[in-house]
């Protein structure tokens, strides 16, 4: 089946800078790569998320890249506030596990004032 | 609009014991799925339908059972519960239709078997 990886597992980053986290994917045919974003106590919820025809998606301070050849996709966070901390999750899905998502094992990222 | 619910949020169990968590939706999603949370391992899928009437397994299904009578509910049932089902159990709906599009979360079942 699909294993999905991403680093790093914990990141801190200074309030106004950017953050980078990477996965990796193994099922070639996977088609749809979400990003998700879950704090203390929550459920999951869903941030952004790019399809495998489109190599770039922005939504004000957050980006997704993917690199389809590689099999990697990218989630990036400008201009990084306290409320941005969190618990952040990318997954895929559309591959031989069709609609099922596999989750990566998610980033904590704290953004300190 | 209340989009994915779950009941209960906290629940303590015994070793043994069976009980079923709940899940509904009003989104008339057709995907539904029960994702587990543990530390360190990320979201692991128990099970998951496509419909009314249809499941199937994911990752991890071993101790759980499954039904799709209706469209909003995806109840699941733990049958004999053991302390390595001590977890946070997350239901998700998605509008599948043809293709993949995002899931809404619920709010999820903190379970702890003792």
């Known amino acids: 089946g699909e294993n999905v990886e991403q680093h790093p597992s914990t990141l801190s980053v200074q309030e106004g800078d950017s953050a980078v986290i990477k996965c990796t994917y193994s099922d070639s045919a996977s088609n749809y790569f979400p990003w998700y974003k879950q704090e203390l106590g929550k459920g999951p919820q869903l941030i952004i998320d790019i399809r495998s025809n489109v190599g770039e998606k922005k939504d004000q301070r957050i980006a997704v890249t993917l690199n389809k050849t590689a099999k990697h996709f990218s989630l990036h966070i400008t201009e990084t506030q306290p409320e941005d901390s969190a618990v952040y999750f990318c997954?895929?899905?559309?591959?031989?596990?069709?609609?099922?998502?596999?989750f990566g094992k998610g980033t904590s990222l704290l953004v300190t004032p | 609009n209340a989009g994915v619910t779950q009941t209960p949020k906290f629940q303590v169990l015994k070793t043994g014991q069976s009980m079923t968590l709940q899940c509904a939706q009003d989104?008339?999603?057709?995907?539904m799925s029960w994702y587990r949370q543990d530390p360190g391992m990320g979201l692991r899928l128990i099970h998951y339908s496509v419909g009314a009437g249809i499941t199937d397994q994911g990752e991890v299904p071993n101790g759980y059972n499954v039904s799709r009578s209706t469209t909003e509910d995806f109840p699941l049932r733990l049958l004999s519960a053991a302390p390595s089902q001590t977890s946070v159990y997350f239901c998700?709906?998605?509008?599948?239709?043809?293709?993949?599009?995002?899931?809404?979360f619920g709010s999820g079942t903190r379970l702890t078997v003792v």
């Open positions: 998700a709906s998605s509008y599948s239709g043809h293709g993949n599009y995002g899931y809404t």
């Open positions: 997954a895929a899905s559309g591959g031989n596990s069709g609609y099922a998502l596999n």
């Open positions: 989104m008339n999603h057709e995907y």
